[in-house]
Nanobody, 118 residues
Framework: QVQLVESGGGLVQAGGSLRLSCAASGRIFTIIGMGWYRQVPGKQRELVAA?????????ADSVRGRFTISRDNAKSEVYLQLQMNSLKPEDTGVYYCNALVQRGIPYWGQGTQVTVSS
């Protein structure tokens, strides 16, 4: 199994920045993709940014140019970051770290709240 722990959410004014971090541990050698998703009440969880198995990045149109996803590999952990700049109120939501492992099994973190005030 893979364990994911997120940190870095909070309250920020529109135009500000936040950096989210996710630490993945456990069977990290089985991870084939990682990313960040966002969910707001009444809506489905949506992709924000992700790395695929080939290391390529994919961004939601609404965040491209403002958000940057990055990844650092350590011996026993993988760290996934999301740098969020020029934040907008519509970026508000609970952000979840996701890891996709072999056989297509997804793992999720506990989520971290991001609130952008206007």
């Amino acid at each position: 199994q893979v364990q994911l722990v997120e940190s870095g959410g909070g309250l920020v004014q529109a135009g500000g920045s936040l950096r989210l971090s996710c630490a993945a541990s456990g069977r990290i050698f089985t991870i084939i993709g990682m990313g960040w998703y966002r969910q707001v009440p009444g809506k489905q969880r949506e992709l924000v940014a992700a790395f695929n198995s080939g290391g390529d990045t994919n961004y939601a149109d609404s965040v491209r140019g403002r958000f940057t996803i990055s990844r650092d590999n350590a011996k026993s952990e993988v760290y996934l970051q999301l740098q969020m700049n020029s934040l907008k109120p519509e970026d508000t939501g609970v952000y979840y770290c996701n890891a996709l492992v072999q056989r297509g099994i997804p793992y999720w973190g506990q989520g971290t709240q991001v609130t952008v005030s206007s």
